[in-house]
């Protein structure tokens, strides 16, 4: 037996409830393999974070575990009681976790442990306890993978909800698309055969000439059309209908919204007279109409399609397929894209305010990751604001951070709800509607994978959920 005063003896090995059922070979090895320490009141065992790399047993003294939450230390337990181990607890589930001190452990008086390092406890429940071992490896890894999964089926789900909302936005656009090319179908058509009649006509390739340019100048003019109120465009037709009645232009009302539309007024239809001769007003005067009116269906082509593929963009902005995970972005940008995608979900009664610092720095993040927290912040406070209120998303600066705040004025978070919003399945909403992971995933997004925080201030008629995010890059792996 050794004698050597920092290794453990057999017989105070055999006290400790952890080892009652080793023999007494299982027993020697461990005592030849592990040392006594003593530590003094006050000093830090381990430390949270750091490799674990030994295992504590406590023999003598009193000692506080504690761990970090949300930036303070809060202390899980404070025990003399002697055998409770603590530190490199999964060594011996190797790689399968990250073999990281999951706790702190301080001494509270002077006290003394029997330490053995990582690797040789780790040999030991391998060898000794197989099927123990290959029971907790089960429940250890099938638990993280079932955190995992249901993270990613949360994702899916928002993804599933979100794109319902696209694609319903995406319907209007195309929609008047479809619907303005078929009416160009038939002007153009109609073009074509006021064509011939305008040859029937023999005008004289002079009158022609200028016919083309009064065109020319028409389509300049719808391009550069104001959009009129209501009531201005409906005074401008009837000044037109006037001018056309006086002219013995049968019909004007049919043709004064479009010239109106198109930005046309009497003094440019008084244009067409010197040019073409008064035997040709009328016919020139609708084939004038006719390409305000197609100039008009393209631009209303055009708009349908410029918000079609915004929308797309939107979309791929937000899902951030094609993207590298991780890049620097424009907050911004994403904020955007988010927005876009819960368009059809705010109800009329929710004032949507945008109040950003576009002096704001790029951000490094996971582009992805972060609109799914934009999208949880959004949703809960949509889901606060049941139908009626103000969300405000705001980009602030504060220090090295950007500050991303999202603001409801709904009904505000209890105060013995506040403590628990952040825990996985917590949730208030009745059966079916929510699954409590929204701020879990959130929280893990931004402060496991960006090193970030996210803060909550709440009292009726104001709730701010504030997302901190470095701008400078952290050495971490993410
Ligand atoms: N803006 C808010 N106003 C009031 N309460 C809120 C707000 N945001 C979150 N909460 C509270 O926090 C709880 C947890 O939110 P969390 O997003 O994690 O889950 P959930 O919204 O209930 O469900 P899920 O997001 O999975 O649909 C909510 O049930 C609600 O009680
Ligand atoms: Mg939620």
Redesign the pocket.
Known sequence: MTTDPDRPTIAQLRTLFLFESLDADQLAWLAEHGRMETRAAGSSVYTEGDPATCFYVLMDGTVSMSRRVRGDEVEVVRTSQRGVYGGATQAYLDEQVSQLYLNSLRAISDATFLVLPAETFAYAVRTWFPMAMHLLEGLFVGMRDTQTRVGER?RLLALGALSAGLTHELNNPAGAAVRATAVLRERVAAMRHKLAMIADSRLDARVLHRLVELQEDAVKRVAAAPSLSALAASDAEDELVDWLDEHDVTAGWDLAPTLVAGGLDVAWLARIEPAVGRENLENALRWLTYTVDTELLMREIDEAVGRISGLVGAAKQYSQLDRAPHQVVDVHDLLDATLVMFKAKIPSGVRLVREYDRTLPPLPGYAAELNQVWT?LV???L??LGGSGTLTVRTVRDSDFLVVEVA?T????PEH?RPR?FEPF????PVG????????ISYRIVVHKHHGDIRVE?VPGS?T?RVLLPLTEPTADG
Do not use: Q
Not at 410 to 413: D, K, L, N, V, Y
Not at 426 to 429: A, H, M, S
Not at 433 to 440: C, I, K, P
């Open positions: 949360e949880n949703d809960n406070a889901g606060a409801d709904g009904p505000g978070i709800v919003i917590f949730t208030t909403k509607e929510g699954t409590g992971l929204g701020l879990d709440s709730t959920f």
